[in-house]
C-alpha cells in the first residue's frame, strides 16, 4: 500500500482573490470528501489531516497540525485508549493484511486448515502422508550432500543421491530420506497440475513448504545452500509459498536474493516478544524490512512462550501468550510453536516413533500425560495458526473436531 501524502498547502495568498461562490463550492466539496472518509474509516491519522484542512479553509483559529494525533479528544475515547495503535514513528497498516484469529475449522473440508507436518520428511511416505491427513503446511530440513557424508559409519549409495543434491534428514548422522528436489518439488508441481493449478482445490489461502537449511557452519556455506535452495525450488506451483526457516544466510544476503514466491519466518527476542523492526505497535518497526516476514516462529516452553516449565498453563502464561499471537497478527504474521509436548516423540535416525506407555521417558517430559492437550488448548485459545505435530492424524482429529478429540 502506497504511504498517503499529506496535503499541499497553496501558495500565500492564491485563495484571496476568489469570489465567495468559488469559495462556498470548495467548502462543500471538501466537507463531502471528509465525510466520506470518515464513512469508510480511513486510518487516523488521514482523517485528522482531512479534518485540520477543512478547519482552515473555514477559518478556523485552532486547526491543529495536520496528521496530528486529535488531541483531547482521542484522549477522551475509551476505546482508543484500551486500543491505542501505534505509537508515532510506527507505520499505520503492516504490508500485509492483518491475520484473523483462526475459528474452528470446516470439518469437511478437504485440507484440515493450520495442520503443519513438522519434519514431515521422517514421516512412511513424505508429503504423501501429509497431504492424506489435509496438511496445509510442511517442513522440510535440508543438508547439501557430499560423497564424504557418512551414516553410522557407512557411505551413502552414491547411485541414489549425487554432489549437489539437498538431501532430507535432520541430524548429520541420519539416513537420506529423499531430496528436495524429488519429495517436494516435483511432488507439488504434479500435485497442482493434477488439480488445476491448485493444491486443494477451492483453499483460498496457499500451500505452505517451510525449508530449513541444516549443518552450515560459515556465512558462505550458508549462502551456497541458500542459492542451491533457490534453484531446486525453481518452478513450484504458484500455490505454494516457500518460507525459509533456521539455518539461512544473514538478512542482509537473504533480503536481497529472494523470490517472489519465498519469504521468511522470525524469532522472539527477549524471550517471548516480537522483535521490534516487525512489531507494528513499536517505534522501531520497519515497514518495509517487516515485508519479507510471514511468520512468527517460537520455540514453546523451556522459560520462553507458554509453559514455563511445568506442563501446566497457568493465566499469566495464557494471558502473555494472547497478547504476543494478537501482536503477531495484527503485524501480518501467522505464529507457529515448535518443541511443545507431542506424546510419543520420534527417534531421528530412522524414523520410528517411541511410545510413551503412560509413562515418562527420561529425557522426555512432553511425554507427561495430558501435556500436549493442554499445550494445544492454550495455543487454540491464544489463537495460534498452525498446529505443529509429528502425529498427523492425532493433528487431523483435533482440528476437525474444534480441539474436541485428539
Not at 501505534?86 to 475459528?103: L, Q, S, T, V
Not at 484440515?112 to 519434519?119: I, R
Not at 501467522?334 to 518443541?339: E, I, L, S
Amino acid at each position: 500500500m502506497t504511504p498517503i501524502a499529506s496535503p499541499r498547502r497553496g501558495r500565500p495568498g492564491a485563495d484571496r482573490g476568489a469570489s465567495f461562490t468559488q469559495y462556498g463550492g470548495v467548502v462543500l466539496l471538501v466537507a463531502a470528501v471528509l465525510a466520506g472518509v470518515t464513512a469508510v474509516g480511513v486510518p487516523g491519522r488521514v482523517a485528522d489531516m482531512c479534518a485540520t484542512a477543512f478547519c482552515r479553509i473555514t477559518g478556523g483559529e485552532d486547526c491543529g497540525e495536520a496528521g496530528g494525533s486529535g488531541g483531547e479528544a482521542a484522549a477522551e475515547d475509551p476505546e482508543a485508549q484500551m486500543y491505542p495503535g501505534p505509537p508515532d514513528g510506527a507505520a499505520d497498516e503492516p504490508p500485509r493484511p492483518p491475520i484473523e484469529k483462526p475459528g474452528c475449522a470446516d470439518p469437511d473440508a478437504e485440507w484440515a486448515e493450520g495442520l503443519h507436518a513438522h519434519n514431515d520428511y521422517e514421516n512412511e511416505h513424505p508429503l504423501e502422508d501429509a497431504l492424506r491427513h489435509g496438511a496445509t503446511s510442511v517442513e522440510a530440513d535440508i543438508w547439501p550432500y557430499s560423497e564424504d557424508d557418512t551414516w553410522f559409519g557407512e557411505q551413502y549409495d552414491p547411485m541414489t543421491y549425487e554432489e549437489g543434491d539437498l538431501v532430507l534428514k535432520h541430524d548429520p548422522t541420519d539416513r537420506p530420506r529423499g531430496t528436495l528436489r524429488s519429495t517436494y518439488v516435483e511432488a507439488l508441481k504434479e500435485r497442482a497440475e493434477e488439480n488445476g493449478g491448485e493444491v486443494y482445490p477451492g483453499r483460498d489461502e496457499p500451500f505452505q513448504l517451510v525449508v530449513e537449511i541444516k549443518g552450515q557452519e560459515s556465512e558462505e556455506d550458508r549462502r551456497r545452500a541458500y542459492d542451491r535452495a533457490l534453484e531446486q525450488l525453481e518452478g513450484l506451483p504458484p500455490d505454494v509459498n516457500v518460507v525459509f526457516s533456521g539455518g539461512r544466510p544473514g538478512d542482509d544476503y537473504v533480503l536481497r536474493n529472494k523470490p517472489d514466491n519465498v519469504s521468511f519466518d522470525i524469532a522472539p527476542v527477549n524471550g517471548c516478544e516480537l522483535p521490534p523492526k516487525v512489531n507494528i505497535d513499536s517505534p522501531e518497526y520497519d515497514r518495509e524490512y517487516a515485508e519479507n516476514f510471514t511468520m512468527f516462529n517460537a520455540e514453546w516452553g523451556k522459560g520462553h512462550c507458554g509453559d514455563q516449565g511445568n506442563n501446566k498453563i497457568d493465566d499469566r502464561e495464557q494471558g502473555e501468550l494472547n497478547k504476543v499471537v494478537d501482536q503477531a497478527h495484527r503485524s501480518g504474521l501467522k505464529v507457529r510453536f515448535w518443541g511443545a509436548p507431542d506424546e510419543q516423540y520420534r527417534d531421528g535416525s530412522n524414523g520410528d516413533f517411541i511410545p510413551c506407555h503412560g509413562q515418562i521417558v527420561p529425557g522426555r517430559q512432553e511425554c507427561e500425560g495430558e501435556a500436549r492437550r493442554d499445550a494445544w488448548l492454550a495455543q487454540q485459545e491464544a489463537g495460534v495458526d498452525f498446529i505443529n505435530t509429528n502425529h498427523l492424524g492425532n493433528g487431523e482429529r483435533w482440528i476437525r473436531s474444534c480441539g474436541t478429540e485428539t
